[in-house]
């Protein structure tokens, strides 16, 4: 059974920064085209950041060159690092392989001003 189960949510302040894990199971993460979206109440569910089937990276604009996505083989685990976060970012974010319609969770960010 294929799980993925997100953590490092929190509440933070504007500017500062966080990093949200994916712990995958029941899957090896190497080589996926995982992704990390996130949905805030009364908005559909927005892309964010993926790895592609290549292994490149890709950023929505709204979060390019402040958002990193990068993953962890050894652990099996896939990260979000996000830095100067802006009240915006807030929402609950979620990791995901979509290809094969696999989600977690999430984990919930909330930036105050």
């Known amino acids: 059974q294929v799980q993925l189960v997100e953590s490092g949510g929190g509440l933070v302040q504007a500017g500062e920064s966080l990093r949200l894990s994916c712990a995958a199971s029941?899957?090896?993460?190497?080589?996926?085209?995982m992704a990390w979206y996130r949905q805030s109440p009364g908005k559909q569910r927005e892309w964010v950041a993926r790895?592609?089937?290549?292994?490149?990276?890709n950023y929505a604009a709204s979060v390019k060159g402040r958002f990193t996505i990068s993953r962890d083989n050894a652990k099996n685990t896939v990260y979000l690092n996000m830095r100067n976060l802006k009240p915006e970012d807030t929402a609950v974010y979620l990791c995901?392989?979509?290809?094969?319609?696999?989600w977690g969770q999430g984990t919930q960010v909330t930036v105050s001003s």
């Open positions: 029941g899957i090896i993460v190497r080589n996926l085209p």
């Open positions: 790895f592609t089937t290549s292994g490149s990276t």
């Open positions: 995901a392989i979509p290809l094969q319609n696999y």
